[in-house]
């Protein structure tokens, strides 16, 4: 078995509005994972929720970061490359 194994997600040249529907779909499904984790870990274990807090607002702040950069670009009729590189290790 492969210790390591790395994905390519994401690699094209997008419109900055498909980039960003693209970005925060990602982004808004990462911070739904954190929000229903830290909900559950607290409702059956007593768990304090704050490390799934801590990187909601961390993905919301890169959200609102990404999407004023690609509002800004938006009307230069530029294009935007997006890659997304993954890796998986087995330890």
Known sequence: MKKNS??????????????????NSMIINKI????????S???RFS???SHSKKRIE??????????QLLN??????????LKC???IKIK
């Open 85 to 87: 590189e993954f890796e």
């Open 58 to 67: 961390e993905l919301n702040d890169m959200k609102s970061t990404i999407n």
């Open 47 to 49: 768990l304090n929720p």
């Open 6 to 23: 790395k994905f390519q997600l994401i690699n094209g040249v997008f419109t900055p509005d498909d980039a960003k529907k693209i970005l």
């Open 72 to 81: 800004e670009i938006q009307s230069n009729e530029q294009v935007v490359e």
């Open 32 to 39: 739904q994972y954190h929000d229903l984790e830290g909900f």
């Open 41 to 43: 870990n607290n409702i």
